[in-house]
């Protein structure tokens, strides 16, 4: 863990030193310090890590939308799910770091694939291939199952899974849901299979239509499924109720000290960025999650509005990958 944050912190002190040296045009370009190209001049791409439809996605869209009003720019939202989002990080760590391609990367691209491949070149990057430039939403997990379920409570639900061992399946979309069900498989005691997924909704679809025992969910992905009648939460992994879902207590609530484990979204560029796009794009980012709708959608929906300023934004960052290392180590969980 000391290794990782102290890379991150290392890395992170020597690009502002060549930042300032070497990218100090473009810099002031984003400024409109009068240089030859204002930045933006061409469509600014935000590339998702997850399908259309996730909480990071509906999140990144809104994003986008109120991004290009405030920049007066084209802004094009851009999906590349799979691998845990491996795909989608590699490709904004591989791109050219001049203020037109971005991540809005999550718990999952950018902080627990870390703990997942600690020294393992399959991930294909680290926390110094980026630069954050703030944050967007938080949003808990929640346990799910079907509507017709005869478990009530969370209690419920332990109790038949240790009479049956081996026979109830929970479902995960990701790396960080992976690491809920394992949470629980421990805590609880109980002999249950993971089975991963793609991502949140495709897991959401099979557990509304009985095909899978349970799942781990961000609320935002699973609000259309309880709207509609199918799911209902059994626990919210946070330290709070979640005003989406009044009736579901906390995993604390019900016995599970500790139990808090809360996905969140935040917007990332390939590291190398002149720090004026990323000061002033920072900012644009704050204006967007604060606007009525953006704050209303994600309330609708159970999340938390993460507005950021560039310093907090690489303290909160370097403090999750942390804390992920440490989810990790003490569960054992390995990546699927």
């Not at 109980?190 to 969910?217: C, E, M, R």
């Not at 330290?239 to 139990?259: H, L």
């Not at 960025?273 to 209303?296: D, F, K, S, W, Y």
């Amino acid at each position: 863990m000391n290794q990782i944050i102290t890379q991150l912190i290392g890395c992170t002190a020597r690009r502002r030193t060549l930042k300032w040296a070497l990218g100090l045009t473009l810099g002031w370009t984003a400024l409109g310090a009068g240089a030859q190209e204002a930045w933006p001049s061409r469509p600014i791409t935000l590339i998702v890590p997850v399908a259309a439809g996730s909480g990071t996605d509906i999140g990144a869209r809104l994003l986008a939308r109120d991004m290009a009003t405030l920049l007066k720019a084209n802004v094009v939202v851009e999906n590349k799910p799979g691998a845990n989002g491996m795909i989608a990080a590699q490709h904004v760590a591989r791109a050219k770091p001049d203020g037109y391609t971005f991540l809005v990367g999550n718990a999952t691209s950018n902080a627990a694939n870390y703990a997942f491949y600690r020294g393992n070149t399959t991930l294909g990057y680290s926390p110094s291939s980026f630069d954050i430039v703030g944050g967007i939403g938080l949003s808990p997990l929640s346990l799910y199952v079907p509507a017709s379920s005869p478990w009530k409570t969370l209690a419920d639900l332990i109790a038949d899974a240790r009479h049956n061992p081996g026979k109830y399946n929970c479902g995960s979309g990701n790396s960080t849901t992976q690491v809920a069900c394992e949470v629980l498989r421990k805590q609880a005691g109980i002999a249950i299979v993971n089975v991963p997924y793609k991502g949140n909704p495709q897991s959401l679809t099979d557990v509304a239509a009985g095909q899978l025992s349970f799942a781990f969910a961000d609320s935002s992905v699973a609000q259309s499924f309880i709207s509609g009648g199918k799911l209902r939460a059994l626990g919210v992994a946070a330290s709070q109720r979640n005003p989406a879902t009044p009736d579901a207590a906390t995993f604390i609530e019900q016995g599970f000290p500790g139990f808090e484990i809360t996905g969140w979204s935040a917007m990332f560029a390939p590291a190398g960025i002149p720090e004026g796009i990323i000061e002033r794009l920072n900012g644009v980012v704050r204006q967007a999650v604060q606007t009525p709708e953006a704050r209303e959608t994600r309330t609708r929906s159970g999340g938390v509005v993460l507005s950021l300023t560039v310093p907090e934004a690489r303290r909160w960052i370097a403090a999750e990958v942390a804390r992920w290392v440490t989810f990790v180590e003490s569960t054992g969980v390995k990546p699927e």
